[in-house]
């Protein structure tokens, strides 16, 4: 089925999948980094240090907020992709029942030629059988005819004689 969805969109999508993933990865990257500063500045014996993990809670916010937009974006490109092989789909679907409508139209019209050439044989073997008892009875006129004659010469020497 993805051969029949564009090249270019499938090129496109995976594109941007690959740099929604770089994005995440350095994102995340930055969130682990960022929360691991975190945690050593609030378990640290230092005030002002705890008082940066405060600054570092607030990047963590930050960061979460956009790997949560990177998600969103990765969703609504699959739930653009998932729309748009459904509409595939259904024109597939649409072009298999046009072509399963035309294929039997086709074969009722073979059924009719079929048919058709049927009657055309069997009219050819009518006209052949008819034709060939047109001969016989030609042969038949024309042998009774020869015999009446032979008949006719032969009553005729009977009656001179």
Not at 29 to 43: G, L, Q, R, S, V
Not at 96 to 107: A, E, P
Not at 125 to 134: D, G, H, P, V
């Given at each position: 089925m993805a051969s029949l969805i564009r090249k270019d969109f499938v090129d496109e999508r995976n594109t941007k999948i690959a740099e929604l993933r770089k994005q995440y990865e350095s994102e995340?990257?930055?969130?682990?980094?960022?929360?691991?500063?975190?945690?050593?500045?609030?378990?640290?014996?230092?005030?002002?240090?705890?008082?940066?993990?405060?600054?570092?809670?607030?990047?963590?916010?930050?960061?979460n907020g956009k790997l949560n937009n990177i998600l969103?974006?990765?969703?609504?490109?699959?739930?653009?992709?998932?729309?748009?092989?459904?509409?595939?789909?259904?024109n597939i679907k649409n072009k298999?029942?046009?072509?399963?409508?035309?294929?039997?139209?086709?074969?009722r019209q073979d059924g009719k030629i079929a048919q058709?050439?049927?009657e055309m044989l069997s009219r050819s073997?009518?006209?052949?059988?008819?034709?060939?008892?047109?001969r016989y009875r030609k042969i038949m006129i024309i042998a009774l005819i020869i015999v009446n004659i032979f008949l006719g010469l032969?009553?005729?020497?009977?009656?001179?004689?």
């Open positions: 995340l990257k930055k969130y682990y980094e960022e929360y691991t500063k975190f945690i050593t500045n609030k378990y640290s014996g230092d005030a002002n240090k705890r008082a940066e993990s405060n600054t570092n809670q607030k990047n963590i916010k930050t960061i969103d974006a990765l969703r609504q490109n699959n739930t653009s992709a998932e729309i748009m092989i459904k509409d595939h789909e259904a298999t029942n046009i072509i399963h409508r035309r294929n039997h139209l086709i074969n058709g050439n049927n073997r009518q006209i052949e059988f008819t034709e060939e008892r047109n032969g009553l005729f020497v009977l009656f001179r004689r």
